[in-house]
């Protein structure tokens, strides 16, 4: 009735996490198979994440590599072991459609590699972030797990980017990221809040990736590079210099790791 007070659980389906779903990425799998949509090779055990259009463009310009099936590649100075996928969109719903889908393809081992606009003052533009943790201020991650404030990556997998970052000479800042559906909805009340409580950073798919390889029991780390800030009103920087390098790091990081 209109003007009532209800109550609204999020999913809006209160007991969804007691039930499976209709179908799942392997049906779809199954009917790409059927329909002689997928490649004969086999999927890469190793994947990365990549958003960014230019660092995938310089990826696919450098190295050699093998279409493995829509937008992921293999490449081939790894023997087919890892793969790099990018060009699929952004954000938490796209991000988290093609983990499904790469993990039924048999992908175990994921790295997400990307940008995230700094909420404190002293990261810098291009600085380095290896994410421990995610706020879930996004829809996807709801669908998953139960309400919880933070989303967990691999920890192991997570150790062992930090120690290959550092093997490598760099030093990354380890903390929280903010997953957030909107960037265009970012507002300063929220920021300064999750800036005061000491999250690092802000970006849109760690928290759904998260809870996707929870569920699925798959590894997952993510990393980014910072390329705006946000600390002392927006600061973009994602087209300068120090942005670029901060990913190709990343890059080569992940690319020796899952190698």
């Known amino acids: 009735m209109r003007g009532q007070t209800v109550a609204v659980t999020f999913p ?16 779809l799998v199954a009917y790409l198979q059927e329909h002689g ?13 990549c958003y960014d259009g230019g660092l995938f463009g310089r990826i696919l310009d ?9 937008d992921l590649y293999s490449v081939d100075r790894t023997d087919g072991r890892v793969g790099v996928v990018g060009g699929f969109g952004i954000g938490a719903p796209a991000a988290a459609a093609r983990l499904e889908e790469l993990i039924a393809l048999g992908a175990t081992r994921v790295l997400s590699i990307g940008t995230a606009g700094g909420l404190q003052p002293d ?31 691999d920890s192991a997998l997570t150790d062992q ?16 990221a903010w997953t957030i559906d909107t960037p265009y909805r970012e507002t300063p009340a929220e920021i300064a809040h999750y800036r005061d409580d000491g999250v690092l950073c802000v970006e849109m ?14 590894a997952l780390a993510t990393a980014f590079t910072i390329s705006d800030s946000l600390a002392e009103g927006w600061e973009p920087a994602l087209l300068h210099d120090e942005t670029h390098a901060g ?11 899952l190698s």
Do not use: M
Request: hydrophobic share 40%.
């Open 123 to 153: 990261l810098a533009i291009g600085d380095l972030v290896l994410c421990d943790r995610a706020v879930r201020d996004e829809g996807v991650s709801h669908h998953y797990l139960p309400p919880e404030r933070w989303a967990w990556p």
């Open 12 to 27: 809006n389906y209160a007991d969804k996490h007691d039930h499976e779903a209709l179908f799942g990425p392997g049906d």
């Open 161 to 176: 980017l930090g120690a290959a970052l550092r093997a490598g000479g760099h030093q990354p800042v380890v903390g929280g």
């Open 205 to 218: 798919e760690a928290a759904a990736l998260f809870s996707v390889a929870r569920y699925r029991g798959v």
């Open 62 to 70: 450098s190295e050699p590599t093998n279409r493995v099936w829509r």
């Open 247 to 257: 990913l190709d790091i990343l890059w080569s990081t992940a690319l020796e790791l």
């Open 37 to 49: 949509r997928l490649g004969d090779g086999p999927v890469p055990e190793g994947v990365v994440f």
